[in-house]
Nanobody, 118 residues
Framework: QVQLVESGGGSVQAGGSLKLFCTAS?????MAWFRQAPGKEREGVAV???????TYADSVKGRFRLSRDLVYKTLSLQMNSLEPDDTAMYYC???????????????WGQGTQVTVSS
């Protein structure tokens, strides 16, 4: 059983930046960030692929950057040029390689809130 703990959420004005962190209690294969806004379904934000590259949702391409530290078992998400539509609960997930789809992820964190005001 892998436990995931997120941190780094908060409130920021549009155009600002935040960095999210996720620490895993053990080794994991693929790790990713998802988010869920009030009244909406959870959606994939960014995932690390098996070759070390990252895949991003179209809505965050060019603004968000995923990075992973295997030694410290952390996954971070640098979020720049934040928009009010980025407001959501952000969840870290760990599972198998396959893409930015919930079906590949077995372990989930509790979430960290990101609020972007206009």
């Amino acid at each position: 059983q892998v436990q995931l703990v997120e941190s780094g959420g908060g409130s920021v004005q549009a155009g600002g930046s935040l960095k999210l962190f996720c620490t895993a209690s053990g080794y994991t294969y693929s790790m990713a960030w998802f988010r869920q806004a009030p009244g909406k379904e959870r959606e994939g934000v960014a995932v690390q692929n098996s070759d070390g590259s990252s895949t991003y949702a179209d809505s965050v391409k060019g603004r968000f950057r995923l990075s992973r530290d295997l030694v410290y078992k952390t996954l971070s998400l640098q979020m720049n040029s934040l928009e009010p539509d980025d407001t959501a609960m952000y969840y870290c997930a760990a599972g198998t390689y396959g893409g930015l789809d919930e079906e590949y992820f077995d372990y989930w964190g509790q979430g960290t809130q990101v609020t972007v005001s206009s």
